[in-house]
């Protein structure tokens, strides 16, 4: 089942901050975040696994709650290169991570 | 690296034609794995594959959709009888091991006419 993503969409004026939550209906193995620019391919920003730590780098940092079954995606002092569409892409314990289930997307336009 | 390699990048096909798209992914990544996406939606999987074998298929992928990767290399999808309804965007992805970030080709857009 899908996970849902929220909000689907949010805009942001440059320098101010977002997160963007994950939540799944099952146990949750592993996250992958991804960035989707227009009319291109998502691009990889990072994997949380069960059991692991909060990851982060630059800017853009996230969280896993195995108990919840949800990850947050935090995206501080906002910059223009930011604006896309955020997927989260979650892999759950009867595939042990081998295929992603992505939500709906989250749809991020910082401006000026 | 170079990345991962999709051809063609666009198909306009008439309905009830057959079509195959090519995937070259990063050599060094053992897993290869095809999605589709919709405009406005997520990607959705359709299949994955371990060096040479097929290891998962959704459920939702009719029998008129087949993949093949000879030799653990690049990879063909193959859709036969195409329907308006496969209209979309075909994405392959790889990566090196399990719990690793996609690397995402530039898709294959599909439009049955």
């Known amino acids: 089942q899908q996970p849902v993503q929220s909000p689907q969409a949010v805009i942001l004026r440059e320098g101010e901050d977002a997160v963007i939550n994950c939540s799944s209906s099952k146990a949750l193995y592993s996250v992958h975040w991804y960035r989707q620019k227009h009319g291109e391919a998502p691009v990889f920003l990072m994997i949380?696994?069960?059991?692991?730590e909060q990851k982060g780098h630059d800017k853009i940092s996230a969280s896993f709650n195995e108990k919840k079954q949800q990850s947050s995606l935090y995206l501080t002092a906002s910059q223009l290169s930011y604006s896309g569409t955020y997927f989260c892409g979650i892999g759950t314990n009867n595939n042990a991570g081998n295929m992603l289930t992505f939500g709906g997307g989250t749809r991020l336009m910082v401006k000026p | 690296d170079t990345g991962v390699s999709q051809d063609p990048r666009h198909k306009i096909t008439k309905r009830g034609q057959n079509v195959t798209f090519r995937c070259d992914p990063i050599s060094e990544h053992n897993r290869l794995y095809w999605y589709r996406q919709t405009l406005g939606q997520g990607p959705e999987f359709l299949t994955y594959f371990q060096n040479e074998a097929q290891l998962e298929k959704s459920r939702l992928l009719s029998d008129r959709f087949s993949a093949e990767r000879p030799k653990g290399s690049f990879s063909t999808l193959e859709i036969q009888r195409t329907e308006q309804g496969d209209s979309a965007m075909y994405l392959c992805a790889s990566s090196f091991i399990a719990n690793y970030g996609y690397t995402f080709g530039s898709g294959t857009r599909l439009t049955v006419v």
């Open positions: 949380l696994l069960k059991g692991g």
